[in-house]
């Protein structure tokens, strides 16, 4: 369990310092969902990694206890380096 979660923290870490300010680089994995296009970021092991991406609108209100909702459809590219 210790392991697991020093290797968690190395990759966060690892992350984190990729990201660099909201810079975009050049290998930076790019995948378009349709509703929204998001940009995720490319570890060492060559594994494509996505965090904080929207799969439904968030359950407030009337659709509280409902379905889930198709989320808004935005333009531009979304960073999907962390979770926001």
């Known amino acids: 369990m210790r392991s697991s979660f020093l290797w968690l923290s190395s990759v966060a870490s690892l992350v984190y310092s990729l990201e660099a300010g909201g810079e ?6 790019i995948v378009n969902l349709g509703y929204a296009t998001y940009q ?3 570890l060492a092991a060559g594994v494509d990694e996505y965090l904080g991406m929207r799969y439904a609108e968030a359950p407030l209100g009337k ?3 409902r379905a889930p909702q198709d989320p808004t459809t935005v333009s531009g590219v979304q960073s999907a380096s962390r979770v926001s």
């Open 40 to 42: 995720g970021v490319r």
């Open 63 to 65: 659709l509280r206890f």
């Open 24 to 29: 975009t680089f050049a290998d930076s994995p």
